[in-house]
């Protein structure tokens, strides 16, 4: 059975750093494309970063140059950085995996998902 396990989410300042960490279960993801979505309370699951198969990035216009996605295919995981974080940052964090080498900001287009991880950002 395929899994997805997010960790690393808890209560942050402003102006904090956090580390996400994404551990895959029950088959390789190595070249599947992996991203990282949000959702805070009221609002829609928006794609926040994602990476392709081959390793390429995708970053929205609000979480670039403060968070940084990266992968150890040889550990199954994917992390996501986050520095300088801000209040509006909080939201429950979602691995996904998409069953392809392309990454897409589309959260209907990924095939796993996991169960989230709160992330608070005090101000």
């Known amino acids: 059975q395929v899994q997805l396990l997010e960790s690393g989410g808890g209560l942050v300042q402003a102006g904090g750093s956090l580390r996400l960490s994404c551990a895959a279960s029950?088959?390789?993801?190595?070249?599947?494309?992996m991203g990282w979505f949000r959702q805070a309370p009221g609002k829609e699951r928006e794609c926040v970063t994602a990476m392709s198969g081959s390793g390429k990035p995708y970053y929205a216009d609000s979480v670039k140059g403060r968070f940084t996605i990266s992968r150890d295919n040889a550990k199954n995981t994917v992390f996501l950085e986050m520095n300088n974080v801000k209040p509006e940052d909080t939201a429950v964090y979602y691995c996904a995996a998409r069953r392809f080498a392309s990454y897409s900001t589309r959260a209907p287009l990924y095939d796993y998902w996991g169960q989230g991880t709160q992330v608070t950002v005090s101000s």
């Open positions: 029950g088959r390789t993801f190595t070249g599947y494309a």
